[in-house]
């Protein structure tokens, strides 16, 4: 079907006694609607979910939302949550049986901002300054483990851009199409240092659930990614409709903000050559795995990195395109 089409029109015209029923599940977002979550939130303003059969309840979360929307998918509280491809594997090998179905963004917006008049052009030279980060984090602890960071003071990330504006020695992390947007608008000078450059570079924003669903609920699953994957194809060609609700949603994120960050997004979603949009490749989760157990926070050997992912679902979208 074509994925521009209004299904929500196409279903006013019929008779309230005939509609189809409408599947309820739940889409738990791992931070505030933002323009990395837009192709999931896409799929609801453009009538993508409804036109798979499906009413997806999405649910916002905070600066907690890294970590409990994993929990919520253990507790079987909802039924599929946005969450980064190292988020999954710490998941796995907690035994959580999540495994990811699709990974829109390819290469991570995960980014540090320092001012540009330090001078600080790469994240070797990060140096004589605090970093607001959050230390716990698998980024973090590589950037200890392949870093200098010499007379760098690590201070928990408060989540806003407020410190850096009033401290010229500092620095802290963010996602390229947000903070850096939001310090500048403030009348900061920031400098973007993307942290893949260090080689550590997650899948992110990737569509997750669990073993059970995907054994039980295997067209409920299908139904998700192949709406999804449409809402994302329609966000990467035309993002207005669609940030105007997230900026319902989300005051924070102005209008202009989130058209920087759809810009910004594009670049972030090309995939490797041979791989479809929205794809993963067993190499790149395998790489991710070894740097996982490198940074000692899996044990080595303890995980199988094809479990942590499926293309089954992704699949069988793209045999169904139109050729």
């Not at 009538?47 to 929307?69: H, M, Y």
């Not at 988020?87 to 980014?111: E, F, K």
């Not at 997230?246 to 997004?265: P, R, W, Y």
């Not at 303890?302 to 979208?317: G, I, M």
């Amino acid at each position: 079907s074509d994925p521009t089409s209004r299904p929500a029109e196409v279903l006013s015209n019929i008779p309230p006694g005939a509609r189809p029923e409408l599947l309820r599940v739940s889409l738990a977002l791992n931070w505030t609607a933002e323009a990395e979550h837009g192709g999931f939130i896409a799929a609801r303003t453009h009538g993508l979910f409804r036109n798979a059969g499906l009413d997806v309840e999405i649910i916002p979360g905070g600066t907690s939302a890294p970590q409990t929307v994993i929990a919520e998918l253990a507790a079987e509280r909802i039924q599929f949550a946005i969450s980064d491809a190292d988020n999954v594997i710490r998941a796995r090998a907690a035994g959580v049986p999540v495994v990811a179905l699709m990974a829109p963004l390819q290469n991570s917006p995960r980014c540090i901002i320092v001012h540009e008049s330090s001078g600080i052009t790469s994240l070797e030279q990060l140096a004589d300054l605090e970093l607001a980060i959050s230390e716990a984090r698998p980024f973090a602890r590589w950037m200890k483990k392949k870093l200098p960071l010499t007379n760098v003071t690590m201070v928990p990330y408060a989540g806003s851009v407020g410190e850096f504006l009033a401290k010229p020695a500092f620095a802290q992390q963010g996602y390229v199409f947000s903070e850096p947007f939001v310090a500048r608008e403030k009348g900061g000078d920031p400098h973007v240092l993307m942290v893949s450059d260090t080689g550590f570079n997650p899948y992110a924003s990737c569509l997750i659930t669990t073993e059970k669903i995907i054994a039980e609920q295997p067209e409920l699953v299908q139904a998700m990614v192949t709406a999804s994957v449409h809402g994302w194809d329609q966000y990467l060609v035309d993002s207005t409709p669609t940030n105007a609700d997230i900026n319902a949603e989300n005051s924070d994120m102005s209008l202009a903000v989130l058209k920087f960050g759809a810009t910004q997004m594009v670049p972030l979603c090309l995939t490797e050559p041979g791989v479809p949009a929205c794809g993963m490749t067993s190499a790149r989760w395998t790489t991710l795995v070894r740097q996982i157990e490198e940074i000692e926070e899996i044990p080595p050997g303890s995980l199988n990195p094809d479990e942590c992912f499926t293309t089954k679902f992704l699949d069988a979208v793209l045999a169904a395109a139109p050729k």
